[in-house]
T-cell receptor, first 113, second 115 residues
């Protein structure tokens, strides 16, 4: 089955630690995205990538970093510089940056204490 | 900047009945896409329906249909014959063509379908 996988579903970390969230897709999509979801708010874009070895900041990139070394993978690192890291994180992909339809993964709930 | 407003934080409907979720948006663009996404308790976002602004005909997908009022900048979702599996958060989203990196989401409406 083609789709997007995110692991783990729940992640717990101590304050001050960096943590990396995994996102893998086997849809052969060029573009990938990371969103953050907070209660009572819509999704906000953190980073996006339209092709391997290229990525751009979204609206709330501060305190986050990404890499895109392979087409299938777009990991997100939440650094200790992110002031409020506890949130639900969603990864998505689309055929290309020019294509409107995004497919979403199941998400990772990150809790930092 | 484009904004998307969903004025109903929560709604409920009896099974088999019809419910309408509201969405308004603000833009100066003439051509754009509008979407309704469903996020069930599993939290995976699923595209329910989309509407291209240049199309006057309202989009329909089985029990889901939209009422697109371009002049009023309104984009409501009607769910007919509601089913228990329709219980979810519903997000309205706006996107300009060729800029999926700039998709704007509303805050969501939590819909509960009651047996």
């Amino acid at each position: 089955d083609g789709g997007i996988t995110q692991s783990p579903k729940y992640l717990f970390r101590k304050e001050g630690q960096n943590v990396t969230l995994s996102c893998e897709q086997n849809l052969n999509h060029d573009a990938m995205y990371w969103y953050r979801q907070d209660p009572g708010q819509g999704l906000r874009l953190i980073y996006y990538s339209q092709i391997v070895n290229d990525f751009q900041k979204g609206d709330i990139a501060e305190g986050y970093s990404v890499s895109r070394e392979k087409k299938e993978s777009f990991p997100l690192t939440v650094t200790s510089a992110q002031k409020n890291p506890t949130a639900f994180y969603l990864c998505a992909s689309s055929i290309a940056l020019s294509h409107y339809e995004q497919y979403f993964g199941p998400g990772t709930r990150l809790t930092v204490t | 900047a484009q904004t998307v407003t969903q004025s109903q934080p929560e709604m409920s409907v009896q099974e088999a009945e019809t419910v309408t979720l509201s969405c308004t948006y603000d833009t100066s663009e003439n051509n754009y896409y509008l979407f309704w996404y469903k996020q069930p308790p599993s939290r995976q976002m699923i595209l329910v329906i989309r509407q291209e602004a240049y199309k006057q005909q309202n989009a329909t997908e089985n029990r889901f249909s939209v009422n697109f009022q371009k002049a009023a900048k309104s984009f409501s979702l009607k769910i007919s014959d509601s089913q228990l599996g329709d219980t979810a958060m519903y997000f309205c989203a706006f996107m300009k063509p060729l800029t999926p990196n700039d998709m704007r989401f509303g805050a969501g409406t939590r819909l509960t379908v009651k047996p």
